[in-house]
């Protein structure tokens, strides 16, 4: 198969924020998760968890609260605003101000109408449609929850809840909550979180660290439960209201259900059943889907853990996961001039890459003649964060673009300049996605409704050539592009999983490649055969020959056998294809904690065929090693990856980020659970 | 006798070795110290030949305040120098005063200032044949003043030519001024004639960076060494008839410049020993005669030696010195303790002979790198204090020489001898009435009804003539008294002193003090010799089992000696022995199982074993055999006491070499009868998974065979021809097969299990690397 010099970086220092909120939306099965800086991601739960959309996140912008209103998304935060995402273009909508203090928490009723929002300083209002109802109250709202029927509104507040009247305003019960005790008898509870069940039962959690099962129509105290010794920070009920489950600042979550205590018995109670511990840090946001719990925290990682009493055991779909990289590449390679570019939220950093001159066996360290430097790094101006980047393969220009602007430098390397190209075409404010030509002359920008400018590069200025749109009009955002080798093709996907190929000799659609029910995850299209490949989140393999319009002989042979399940099992999306210009019967490919080439003159493995048999080969003798080989050659040296790719020079480039490495910059935990504590 | 005949005796069991072609690490554990045990059982009365012994640092106490420099470089102090006696020193600090000190009162006598803007640049020495005190200040003055004179401004001064670099004065000798360009005169020579022209020895850029002044009974030396652009030089000056002689010191790793001289004279020949910062001290020897010819010609290249590699923990060394102390012993300060992390304010004494740290001290405060010794104090100036450190040498051993690291080892396996073991408090109480550890309340009551207590060396009287009882009783006394680590030197003589009473008066004996003695575990066979085989000759075999037990170096002839004791005791006497309670719980319950229904344990049957050897071979032999073979392997052929000191003996650390011959002169009936035993240890082993299960003391399967290999090595011919011996040997045949079988076994995986090993070794993997991979 052959030897590869591998430049092993460690130095992108990629640090993903804090998980404050989480929303699921049940019925388009999406879970809306907010971050620390203020970004927004969406994930696909019913397409293997894939992180389909991504909105940058903003200074300032500190979201608490996460709601879904049908297909509509609303956040609020301590800055005061409510915002509402525009979904299809990955940015705020708009954003009203509450003209109040922070907002600790919004809610919206089930009929989708009414959200109900806490503030600060007037403590309490309710909007229908900007329709402000002010109720006033002394203290603090921390939590809301609507009854079901809309009616009523349970909210939790410093040592107390209070369930109002939605028509009216009035509050129709006050319950107390306890105090912790010892030290903390002085400190106010807070009421983190509370749940307002159709029974009419209010469900609690406070920061004495109890569970507390209230009867809402008499206000009684039903039943407590002591969780943690520290806070209960998130509650989240099942829809059937059967189970739920209650995140605290040690990072376990709780699971309680609604049972009858005996055997056979009819009267149901909430009973602590489970606890999971996945997290280092604080369980901030939770969310309980049909079949699992969803938690999120402090640590950063997005972790989806399967009840086991809703799913299959030993399967693919029981299975623990734990996002922690974003699924989408942040490391662009200018594979001509060696050069790496880091997207962080708030700057760019150029890298230049090292040299060897040794040479080694396999196994080797090479000594490093010149080391990597960082050649620029690059802040970003205005407040918000950066969504997209790009740099050019010769290394000569460098692009980014975030929701508001959009901005293209031009780089000399080797006396290191950087110059801002100041004229801009008009139609290019923004992007989703940037791809540069692979002879550096042209710009490829995704903007609304899947459609592509294309702008020509020429100093001192640039041109607009043309915008390329999809005919299915779909209104979802290009979230992959791919320019061909010969400068021939263009490649897109979007969200709607449709895949779209241009001709840009004539700046015309060519062809639309059969739509795939999962999303894409990487697109690529082979510089000499202009074959198209395109993986999506589901694991699958696709090769469309752009020539012939149609599925290549490999592709239906790989359908036709299937991929093997090992292969299926992964549960990483692949992030980047890329091809051997020395075997053009290879194709690079890597997730999170592997890369793969694949050799299309191979045979590919059967269901019982080894599949991870890199260490059996290496075992083998020359000549046997033909025999047991098949298409899949994955290695795991490197693990974590952000990005591999090729170099001109056939030497590979593995950017790896290593958890280890995430974790040792979190902060400590704030309240770690010591043994015997 | 001399040291390097001790130093060739080291050499010798490595040939040895080599010419013999010994295996085994097993057997080449206690190499070189058995080596001494031979010679000790050739001619056991010549302990002086080992002349090495242990030292100890006693608490220090401060002699006075230092005022250290502000940036803590140097202490303050130019130099400390003898007085009249040993008791007192002349210190100068390195500004204006000179002070002498009373040193056991801790007390300035007196003092001496120089005027302001005039500084000492060397330190005051005392003259001690006119009883005067001589110093320079301000490089060109010499000031010459007696104890009586109180302003030293009106005392002598003469101003010579020249820059003075120091006045060495030692007793016995003349009183010579070293000049900072090489120049030697003596000091009487000097001042007849002040401003005479003083010669330029050193070249330019050459420094001098050290130097003394010795005196032997037919020369007295200066000797210095220079730097010169990273270059060391040593000159000798020889005075009366004057001849200079200068060598060029080896080059240590570039850079590195030794840190500290240390000067001695033995035999004619002047020993010089110097540190470098990594640590390494080196000796070079050079004649205290010149050599005629080549003097003053080309620097010869000095020839070195390296005595010492000190751990120095992280880094180089920055302030430190070695000083000799004697032949065997420097004294180091600044440098870390091996077993005490990284802090390198520890004044250390090692055995440079076999490298063993004797004692250690850590000083508080900095460490500036000085260091006196004058008669058997040490001299250190550290943080804000002077400091005094007596140090000694008692009479010791070869075994105490191995130094306080390998006793914290022993000490780490074992029980600490200060923890008493409920066994030995519970079944000793026969043996000992009063053990040496105690209650408090029973210790103070002893005390004041012995008050006043007996000092060691009444004790040592009182051995020589008082009756058994009161001996008995004043021994322990003494060991209640004192504390284990004081212990050391006076357990030797308490032992020696009452084994030669014992050996000179037949009705004289005191097993439980000799018993006592050898449980503080201070004692060794070199410090006693005669103990072990008194022990024989007294029929006391408990304390021969303590010291099989305790001490290192039991000589191979005195092991045979107790092995015929044992083996030809009868079972009906053995059983009356008191010994060990730990040996004989073993042992009971071994023969315990014995009894019991023989459950082997993995399907292994050694009798089966057997049948398949002998298949092809007529039925009638394999049952002949079962007959023979059977009851031997079920039955302990010995009794449990006879069996816990044949234990005892299997434990005993042994050079097969010297062992050989010993085990030659056991009978063949006495041979069988142990072997038998062996081979009985070896299947109770081999078949219940049992060996140290229990953590009692217990022989080792790989003794057992080693014991059964010498056995078979030094009789082979004798039992080939003993018709009883026949069944044994047949089934020491079917071990020895069995052995091999797993050996060859464990041979075929070896390349395997090397490879797991491999495996676990993960690269560090930083920040960026180019690595080469392969995929297949």
Redesign the interface.
């Known amino acids: 198969m052959g030897e590869f010099k591998v430049h092993r970086v460690r130095f992108f220092d990629y640090m993903p924020t804090a998980i404050r909120a989480m929303a699921f939306n049940s019925r388009t099965e999406r879970l809306a998760l907010a971050r620390a800086d203020g970004a927004l991601e969406i994930f696909n739960f019913a397409d293997n968890y894939f992180q389909e959309k991504v909105i940058p996140g903003q200074d300032g912008r500190a979201v608490e609260a996460l709601c879904w209103v049908g297909q509509r998304l609303f956040s609020a935060g301590l800055n005061g605003e409510i915002t509402e995402y525009d979904l299809e273009n990955l940015r705020p909508r708009y954003t009203v101000e509450a003209y109040g203090g922070p907002i600790w928490t919004i809610s919206s009723n089930s009929q989708g109408t009414l959200l109900a929002v806490s503030r600060r300083e007037r403590n309490f209002n309710d909007i229908q449609c900007f329709d402000f109802v002010f109720c006033d109250l002394l203290g603090r709202i921390i939590s809301l929850s609507w009854h079901p029927s809309g009616t009523l509104i349970a909210a939790g507040m410093m040592d107390m809840i209070r369930i109002f009247d939605a028509e009216t305003g009035r509050a129709t019960h006050r319950l107390l909550v306890e105090r912790g005790v010892g030290a903390s008898k002085s400190k106010e509870v807070v009421v983190w979180s509370i749940v307002f069940l159709s029974d009419h039962t209010i469900v609690s959690g406070d920061s004495a660290g109890k569970v507390q099962i209230w009867d809402g129509v008499t206000g009684t105290l039903v039943r407590t439960q002591l969780v943690t010794k520290w806070d209960v920070l998130a509650l989240s009920v099942s829809n059937d209201e059967s189970s739920l489950v209650a995140g605290t600042s040690e990072g376990t979550v709780v699971q309680f259900q609604f049972i009858s205590s005996t055997v056979g018995q009819q009267d149901k109670e909430w009973v602590r059943t489970r606890t999971f511990k996945n997290h280092s840090h604080d369980v901030r946001a939770l969310a309980h889907t049909e079949t699992a719990v969803v938690s999120g925290g402090m640590d950063t990682q997005l972790v989806v853990r399967p009840l086991l009493d809703k799913v299959e055991k030993n399967t693919q779909e029981s299975a623990l996961r734990k996002m922690t990289l974003p699924h989408r590449s942040l490391v662009c390679c200018a594979k001509k001039a060696g050069l790496l570019l880091f997207q962080f939220p708030d700057h760019l950093e150029l890298w230049r890459l090292g040299e060897s001159d040794g040479h080694g066996k396999p196994g080797d360290s090479l000594p490093v003649k010149r080391k990597p430097e960082k050649l620029i790094q690059l802040k970003r101006k205005g407040e918000d964060h950066i969504c997209c980047s790009a740099l050019s393969p010769c290394g000569g220009w460098l692009a980014y673009s975030t929701v508001t602007s959009f901005r293209l430098y031009r780089l000399q390397n080797n006396n290191i300049s950087i110059t801002k190209v100041s004229k801009l075409p008009k139609d290019l404010r923004s992007a989703h996605q940037l791809c540069f030509s692979p002879d550096s002359s042209k710009l490829f920008a995704s903007s609304s409704h899947s459609s592509v400018i294309v702008v020509a590069l020429n100093q001192p200025e640039c041109k607009y050539l043309h915008t390329l749109k999809p005919k299915s009009g779909s209104r979802q955002p290009v979230h992959l592009l791919f320019a061909s080798e010969d400068g021939k093709w263009l490649a897109t996907a979007n969200t709607d999983c449709e895949i779209h190929v241009y001709n840009l000799d004539k700046l015309k659609l060519h062809c639309t490649v059969p739509v795939y029910s999962s999303c894409p995850t990487a697109i690529a299209i082979h510089p000499t055969t202009s074959n198209l490949v395109a993986v999506h989140a589901d694991q699958q393999i696709f090769e469309f020959s752009l020539v012939q319009k149609e599925y290549t002989e490999w592709s239906r042979k790989l359908q036709k056998q299937g991929l093997h399940s090992l292969w299926l099992e992964r549960d990483t999306p692949i992030t980047h294809v890329a091809f051997n210009p020395q075997n053009p019967a290879h194709i690079i490919l890597h997730d999170t904690f592997m890369f793969c080439i694949i050799d299309q003159s191979l045979p590919l493995p059967e269901a019982k065929t080894p599949f991870y048999n890199q260490m059996t080969l290496r075992s083998l003798p020359e000549p046997q090693r033909i025999i047991h080989s098949h298409a899949f050659k994955i290695c795991k040296n490197f693990q974590h990856l952000m990005c591999v790719s090729l170099l001109e020079d056939h030497s590979l480039v593995v950017v790896e980020r290593p958890l280890l490495n995430i974790m040792s910059q979190l902060p400590a935990p704030v309240r770690q659970k010591k043994f015997a504590t | 006798m001399n040291k390097t005949i001790t130093v060739d005796v080291l050499r010798e069991p490595v040939r040895a070795n080599h010419s013999t072609g010994l295996a085994g690490a097993e057997k080449q554990r206690f190499r070189w110290p058995l080596t001494f045990n031979c010679l000790f059982s050739r001619d056991p009365t010549s302990s002086t030949f080992f002349s090495s012994s242990m030292a100890a640092l006693y608490e220090g106490y401060t002699l006075c305040g230092l005022a250290p420099a502000q940036n803590l470089l140097s202490s303050g102090i130019q130099g400390v120098e003898a007085e009249r006696d040993s008791d007192h020193v002349v210190v100068t600090d390195s500004t204006r005063s000179v002070t002498l000190y009373k040193v056991s009162d801790q007390k300035p006598l007196s003092s001496w200032t120089v005027k302001q803007g005039q500084t000492l640049t060397c330190s005051a020495v005392y003259n001690s044949q006119t009883k005067e005190y001589v110093a320079v200040s301000d490089g060109k003055v010499i000031r010459i003043w007696k104890e009586e004179e109180i302003l030293l401004d009106k005392a002598f001064k003469a101003t010579v030519s020249s820059d003075v670099w120091r006045v060495h004065c030692v007793a016995g000798g003349e009183p010579v001024v070293l000049f900072q360009r090489g120049a030697v005169r003596l000091l009487d020579s000097l001042l007849s004639a002040p401003q005479q022209s003083i010669e330029e020895i050193l070249a330019q850029e050459e420094v001098i960076r050290w130097s003394t002044n010795i005196v032997t009974e037919s020369q007295q030396v200066v000797i210095f060494t220079t730097e010169q652009k990273g270059d060391h030089f040593l000159y000798l000056q020889r005075l009366n008839p004057n001849t200079l002689q200068r060598y060029r010191l080896e080059r240590e790793e570039p850079g590195l410049s030794p840190l500290s001289f240390s000067a001695s004279c033995r035999d004619k020949h002047i020993c010089l020993l110097y540190l470098y910062p990594n640590g390494h001290v080196y000796q070079s020897v050079v004649p205290v005669r010149g050599l005629g010819a080549d003097e003053g010609a080309q620097a010869l290249l000095m020839p070195r030696s390296l005595l010492l590699a000190l751990p120095i923990g992280e880094g180089l060394l920055e302030a430190a010195s070695a000083q000799v102390l004697d032949d065997a012993h420097v004294a180091v300060v600044g440098v870390p303790h091996p077993s005490a992390g990284a802090g390198k304010d520890f004044l250390c004494i090692w055995n440079t002979n076999f490298q063993t740290l004797q004692a250690g001290k850590e000083m508080a405060g900095k460490i500036y790198g000085q260091l006196w010794r004058y008669s058997n104090k040490l001299f250190i100036p550290h943080g804000k204090t002077l400091s005094v450190i007596p140090y000694e040498w008692p009479k010791s051993s070869l075994a105490s020489a191995l130094g306080k690291l390998r006793q914290a080892k022993t000490e780490e396996s074992k029980a600490p001898t200060s923890v008493p073991s409920w066994n030995n408090i519970l079944h000793e109480e026969k043996a000992h009435p009063l053990r040496t550890v105690e209650t408090r309340k029973t210790r103070t009551n002893r005390k004041s009804q012995s008050a006043p207590s007996l000092t060691n060396d009444h004790i040592l009287e009182l051995i020589k003539t008082a009756p058994v009882e009161e001996v008995q009783k004043e021994v322990e006394v003494l060991l209640s008294r004192m504390d284990v680590q004081g212990l050391q030197p006076s357990v030797g003589q308490l032992a020696s002193t009452l084994v030669s009473r014992s050996l000179d008066d037949p009705t004289f004996y005191t097993p439980s003090s000799l018993a006592q003695l050898v449980h503080t575990r201070c004692l060794c066979h070199s410090v006693c010799p005669d103990l072990v085989l008194l022990a024989l000759e007294r029929k006391d075999y408990f304390l021969c089992q303590l010291c099989l037990q305790f001490f290192p170096d039991i000589p191979e002839a005195v092991t045979c000696a107790c092995l015929k004791a044992f083996i030809s005791m009868p079972d009906v006497d053995a059983e009356k022995v008191s010994v060990e309670p730990d040996g004989v719980s073993f042992m009971e319950s071994l023969m315990a199982r014995e009894r019991g229904p023989l459950g082997l344990q993995n399907g292994f049957s050694p009798i089966e074993m057997d049948r398949s050897d002998s298949l092809g071979v007529g039925d009638t032999r394999a049952e002949d055999k079962e007959k023979a073979t059977t009851p031997t392997v079920q039955i302990c052929p010995v009794g449990l006491h006879k069996a816990v000191l044949l234990n005892e003996i299997l434990q005993t650390a042994y050079s097969d070499s010297f062992l050989l011959p010993h085990l030659k002169d056991l009978s063949s009936q006495h041979v069988l009868l142990f072997l038998q035993y062996l081979q009985f240890l070896y299947l109770k082993y081999s078949q219940d998974a049992f060996p140290q299960m229990h953590g009692l003391r217990s022989p080792s399967l790989t003794q057992i065979m080693d014991w059964v290999c010498l056995l078979l090595d030094a009789h082979f011919t004798v039992l080939v021809m003993t018709p009883e011996a026949k069944g044994l040997l047949l089934n020491l045949h079917s071990f020895v097969k069995s052995q091999v079988r797993l050996v060859s076994e464990l041979g075929k995986i070896e390349g395997s299990l090397q490879e797991l090993n491999k495996m676990k070794v993960k690269?560090d993997?930083?920040?960026?690397?180019?690595?080469?991979?392969?995929?297949?």
């Open positions: 690269k993997v930083g920040q960026y690397s180019i690595e080469v991979i392969e995929l297949f």
